[in-house]
């Protein structure tokens, strides 16, 4: 699935939603970093039973080595749902989810 999502990123064919765009804003993310992410990144969830379609989360590094969580829906339609910097007392390595 990474790879197809990577496919639409490279060509431009992909959305924003507005949920993301607002944390982007909140959190002082770019587009480019956030293309960087999945252009780099790897799979670290799936959501196969997501509220509106299938999604997965992606985790990558921007250019400037910035740890980036993106979650996107599958294709054919590729859509960024949220985008955040994982936090080190929720995930180990920013790959694993901790558990509590």
């Given at each position: 699935?990474v790879e197809n999502?990577?496919?639409?990123?490279?060509?431009?064919?992909?959305?924003?939603?507005?949920?993301?765009?607002?944390?982007?804003?909140?959190?002082?993310?770019?587009?480019?970093?956030?293309?960087?992410?999945?252009?780099?990144?790897?799979?670290?969830?799936?959501?196969?039973?997501?509220?509106?379609?299938?999604?997965?989360?992606?985790?990558?590094?921007?250019?400037?080595?910035?740890?980036?969580?993106?979650?996107?829906?599958?294709p054919p339609e590729?859509?960024?749902?949220?985008?955040?910097?994982?936090?080190?007392?929720?995930?180990?390595?920013?790959?694993?989810?901790?558990?509590?």
């Amino acid at each position: 699935m990474v790879e197809n999502v990577r496919e639409k990123v490279l060509s431009g064919d992909y959305r924003f939603s507005d949920h993301s765009l607002k944390m982007m804003v909140k959190r002082s993310i770019y587009r480019s970093e956030v293309e960087d992410a999945i252009i780099n990144g790897e799979v670290i969830e799936s959501y196969p039973d997501d509220k509106y379609s299938p999604s997965c989360l992606i985790y990558g590094k921007t250019k400037e080595k910035r740890d980036l969580h993106v979650q996107v829906s599958s294709p054919p339609e590729v859509v960024i749902i949220t985008v955040y910097e994982p936090e080190s007392d929720k995930w180990s390595d920013c790959r694993i989810r901790i558990r509590r």
